[in-house]
């Protein structure tokens, strides 16, 4: 008869033991449910969606979260005292970011997998210790699994900031196998500015009609067309295509002395604005005098004249050679030399 209460006595046991468990799962699913729902309301609170942390928020969204937690985030690291510096292109890059977010909530529907969010050195250094960022820009991945924020938690490469947005949604799609789809741009005028540029471009296209039939264009103007020449000359020869797809600085601050401006950066592996426009203006001398000597002189009948001219232009256009050589000499290393005959030596 004893046997009977020991058998009641497990089963009670074991009942106590299910319901225990049942409800740790329950509240461990409830909590993962708050912390999901107030990611959503600080992300509604955004414009572009991306959510602002700070030390207190990384701590409760993950560093005291358990893996695996329901959601990831992408986390954009900001530094607002080097906003100044052009080479890094951080508000640049965080306005890619932005429209990322804004693109992946509206093409997933307010999807709780992943949540973008931004932090702020000076708001947040122990967070920027916890993740171990030691340079910009930074930005990382913290997955459902990620145990530790500094050794479990993905970069992104560098190459991926180079088409921005578009280039940003290929590291998302293949780390997180979800899919970010198009990036929704703003338009390049906005309607209020259209409602002022559609009446005046209304007004202004009476006026060109008038030209256009009365042949009194730009278009058929030869000065027009040789200062768009010239202009296309100088763009072409003086790198400005290179400097605005890489956003090159016209000029840098000298480290050593703020109060000194850099024009000419030592090394080949950069080029400031400044560098190209002047060895832009060097090219466009010497095209313009051999221009002129191979359309204007040779019409010229005085042959003192023309002797004087060709001097002139030789002398002159042997001079601003010998600076971009001089120039490429000091930048790169290599030392670009005249290959006189053996006998000459």
């Not at 979260?65 to 690291?77: G, K, W």
């Not at 002395?257 to 466009?284: H, M, R, V, W």
Request: proline share 3%; glycine share 4%.
């Amino acid at each position: 008869m004893a046997i009977f209460p020991a058998k009641l006595h497990l089963h009670l046991l074991l009942a106590s033991f299910n319901i225990v468990s049942v409800f740790l799962l329950t509240a461990g699913s409830e909590s993962e449910s708050v912390l999901v729902n107030d990611l959503l309301a600080l992300q509604s609170q955004s414009t572009s969606g991306v959510i602002h942390l700070d030390d207190s928020t990384v701590s409760r969204f993950l560093a005291s979260t358990t893996a695996p937690r329901p959601y990831s985030l992408l986390i954009f690291f900001d530094a607002a005292q080097l906003h100044d510096k052009t080479e890094l292109r951080l508000k640049e890059l965080r306005k890619e970011f932005g429209l990322l977010a804004s693109s992946f909530i509206e093409n997933n529907n307010r999807s709780t997998k992943l949540f973008f969010c931004d932090i702020e050195f000076r708001e947040s250094q122990s967070s920027f210790h916890l993740f171990g960022v030691k340079s910009f820009p930074h930005i990382g991945l913290v997955g459902e699994a990620a145990r530790s924020m500094k050794d479990d938690s993905e970069q992104m490469d560098q190459s991926y900031f180079s088409l921005m947005a578009e280039s940003m949604a290929e590291f998302v799609e293949a780390r997180t196998k979800l899919t970010v789809g198009t990036i929704h741009r703003p338009p390049i005028f906005s309607k209020q500015q259209l409602t002022v540029i559609v009446p005046i471009l209304l007004i202004w296209s009476q006026f060109m009609f008038k030209k256009i039939f009365t042949r009194e264009t730009l278009l058929l103007d030869p000065k027009a067309w040789l200062a768009g020449a010239v202009f296309v000359y100088f763009f072409s020869v003086s790198g400005a295509m290179h400097n605005i797809i890489r956003n090159m600085p016209m000029f840098l601050v000298d480290r050593n002395d703020p109060s000194k401006l850099i024009f000419f950066y030592q090394g080949s592996g950069i080029q400031l604005g400044a560098e190209g426009f002047f060895i832009g203006f060097l090219y466009t001398v010497v095209g313009l005098l051999l221009a002129f000597v191979t359309h204007f002189l040779v019409w010229v009948k005085d042959t003192t004249v023309k002797r004087v001219a060709m001097i002139f232009v030789m002398l002159v256009s042997f001079w601003a050679v010998n600076k971009v050589i001089s120039l490429d000499n000091w930048k790169t290393g290599y030392v670009v030399h005249a290959f006189w005959p053996s006998k000459w030596n």
